[in-house]
């Protein structure tokens, strides 16, 4: 069993930046994939990075070009740099972990973080 903890988010206007990080504890990520999905109101949770068991990474077309998944090892650490934020990013963002290859649905995911709330003013 792994434990997320994330950290980071809050309110920016568009046009800027923000990065996210979910600390893992317990497993680490050489044994699980990472992602990341985000919760709009009234949505469903939706995909929008992750990283592969063979190191390459995904991305939402929403969001490609300007966020970038990256993990840190030896912190147990994954990140989610997003630049360029539009009002439509306003969301609550959770970073995820998944044993397996497949990495689009929420249910291909074994554990979740708390969320945090990205909010993108116009």
């Known amino acids: 069993q792994v434990q997320l903890v994330q950290s980071g988010g809050g309110l920016v206007q568009a046009g800027g930046s923000l990065r996210l990080s979910c600390a893992a504890s317990g497993r680490t990520f050489s044994t699980y994939r990472p992602g990341w999905f985000r919760q709009a109101p009234g949505k469903e949770r939706e995909f929008v990075a992750a990283?592969?068991?063979?190191?390459?990474?995904y991305y939402a077309d929403s969001v490609k070009g300007r966020f970038t998944i990256s993990e840190d090892n030896a912190k147990s650490t994954v990140y989610l740099q997003m630049n360029r934020l539009e009002p439509e990013d306003t969301a609550i963002y959770y970073c995820a972990v998944r044993l397996g290859y497949s990495y689009l649905r929420v249910d291909q995911y074994d554990s979740w973080g708390q969320g945090t709330q990205v909010t993108v003013s116009s």
């Open positions: 990283i592969s068991w063979s190191g390459g990474t």
